[in-house]
């Protein structure tokens, strides 16, 4: 297959969008330790740009099981059901495993993800240690203090 700027040139035939919620067909795969073992709703949270012309899409699965309370995880509540996304494990997964539509992330809840993702993946962004509220990583500070 002919790869266009690193993705494939083919449209995947559902457009998945980052921030929308799907239920994830999680059973059937083998599973090790702490990784994710149930059927289970997930947020997409690869680029749309990878979602568009890629078969595996990144996710960060939720559980409604009560969890510590750590800064990799975000209360989600655009379900109906208050549930929390684990973005200490950002999960790859293939199209073929995506169900159902569950709903979709509010904007706040996605930034809030985003803050989680980069704790979670130890990374830190520039002046960081300087913002104190607004935008979207203005509690960033105070988040990595407590990772």
């Known amino acids: 297959m002919a790869l266009l700027n690193g993705f494939k040139e083919t449209e995947t035939e559902q457009q998945y969008r980052r921030g929308e919620i799907y239920y994830i067909n999680n059973a059937s ?8 073992k149930k059927d ?14 890629s078969d595996v899409l990144e996710v960060v699965f939720l559980t409604s099981a009560p969890k510590k309370d ?6 989600i509540r655009s379900t109906g059901r208050k549930s ?10 293939s199209v073929e495993r995506i169900n159902n539509f569950v709903g979709k992330a509010s904007e706040k ?29 203005g509690n960033l500070n105070s988040r990595f203090r407590a990772a």
């Open 70 to 75: 750590l800064p990799t995880h975000v209360t």
């Open 29 to 36: 795969k083998e599973h090790v330790g702490s990784e994710m």
């Open 109 to 137: 809840e996605m930034e809030q993800i985003d803050i989680a993702l980069l704790i979670g993946l130890g990374i830190k962004l520039a002046g960081a240690e300087n913002q104190s509220g607004g935008g979207p990583h």
């Open 84 to 93: 929390e996304a684990l973005c200490e494990q950002p999960t790859p997964v």
């Open 40 to 53: 289970r709703p997930a947020v997409i949270v690869s680029c749309d740009a990878n979602n568009k012309h």
